[in-house]
């Protein structure tokens, strides 16, 4: 039981935090782009 979660934490945290970082990127993509359309529209 111990051995199959700790052979499995490690797996899932890489992914967790390739997602996290893929995901973060695309938000704060998605966050300038915004920004960058509401400035253009008030200018």
Do not use: C, D, H
Not at 6 to 16: C, E, L, Y
Not at 18 to 23: A, D, E
């Amino acid at each position: 039981m111990v051995f199959g979660l700790a052979w499995k934490f490690p797996a899932g945290t890489i992914m967790s935090s390739f997602v996290y970082l893929v995901g973060g990127k695309f938000v704060e993509n998605s966050f300038l782009y915004e920004v960058g359309f509401q400035k253009i529209r008030i200018s």
